[in-house]
C-alpha cells in the first residue's frame, strides 16, 4: 500500500484531516483568475438568500486544522455540537414518524434519480465526459450494493442517471466551499440547476480550492431551513473515474460524499469521543493524520481497529471499499426521516 503511505505522508505534511487532500496539480490548467465569463446556463434566479444550515454554521474548531500553507475546510466535519444538532434534528423527525406511524418500516429497493451539473471554465476546462459519468454512476451502484468487499454491506440504494448539463462559466468553475462564516460560491449554480427533491441526487462536478474533493449536504439540513435547491454533493471534477486526482480517480470521493448526502458520519468524527459518528459497529478511530492512512491502526482504546478501508474514512480510493452493517442501518433510516416522499407528508 505504497500508495496510501504517500497519501499518509501528504497528510502529515499540514492539511486538515478532512477531505482535504493535496493535489497539486488540481489548480493546474484553470483559468486565469479574474475571467468572468457570464453563466451559460439560464438561471430561473441567482438569489443567494438562503441561509447556511445550522448545521454547517454549527461544525465548530475541528473542522480546520492548522496547515502549513494550505488550510483545509471540510464542511462535513461536524465537531460535538454538530454532532448533537444532529441528533437533535433526528430525534425530531423520529417523533413526527412515530406520530404519523410511518416510521420503522425496513426500508425496500430504493432507487435514487441522479441528476449530474457538469461546470466548465468558459474554455471548457474540466469537462466531465458522458461516458466518465456514466462509470460514475457504475461506481456508485457497485459500492452501495456491497460489491466491493466482502466485508461491506450492501445498501438498499441504487442510482438512475436521469440527466447531465454543462454550464460553461468561469465565473462558477472555481468554487470555494461554504465555510462557518460564509457561504460557498456554490449558491448560484446551485440554485440554477438544481433539479428535483430531497429524494433526488443533484451531483455538481467543479473546480474546487484548497485541495477538497467534493462536499455534501446533511438529510437534516433539509428541515434546517436549507433552500432546497442548495440540496446535493459536489466533487472535484477530476475525481470521477478516469480523471486526473491520482490516487482520487475512481469515483470514491462521490460514493463518500454520498454517504454524507445520505447521513453518515466520519468514522473519525469527534475522534476517541463519545459519541462518535453515531454508528456502533465502526470503531472510534483518533481525528489527526492518521485518517489519510491505509495501515493497521488501533489509534482508540475502545474495542476495535480503526476502520481504515471504511468508506467514510479518508484513505485514498484504492483503500476505501466497505460500508458497515451499521452504516447502512443509519441511511435507511435517515433516507426515512428526511428524504423520502413519505417524510415530506
Ligand atoms: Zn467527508
Redesign the pocket.
Known sequence: MTAAHSRALRAAAGLAA??VVALTSAGAGLPPTGTTAAPVATAATTSTTAAVGPCLSAADGHRVRAGSGLDGV?P??LGAAGTEHAQQAEDRASARAQQRRTSSARLGKTTIDVYVHVITSSKGQGDVSDKRVKKQIDVLNRAYAGKTSKYSTASPFSFRLRGIDRTRSSAWYRWDAPTELQDGDDVAPKVALHRGGPDDLNLYTAALTDGLL???TFPWETRDGLDPRRDGVVVLGTSLPDGSARGYDRGDSAT??V??WLGLL?TFENGCRTPGDLVDDTPAQADGDNVFSCSKLDTCKAKGRDPVHNF?S?GDDACLTRFSKGQVARMSEQWQLFRSPAALS
Open positions: 478532512l477531505s471540510d462535513n466535519s467534493g462536499y455534501a463518500h460524499e454517504g454524507h466520519h467514510m479518508y
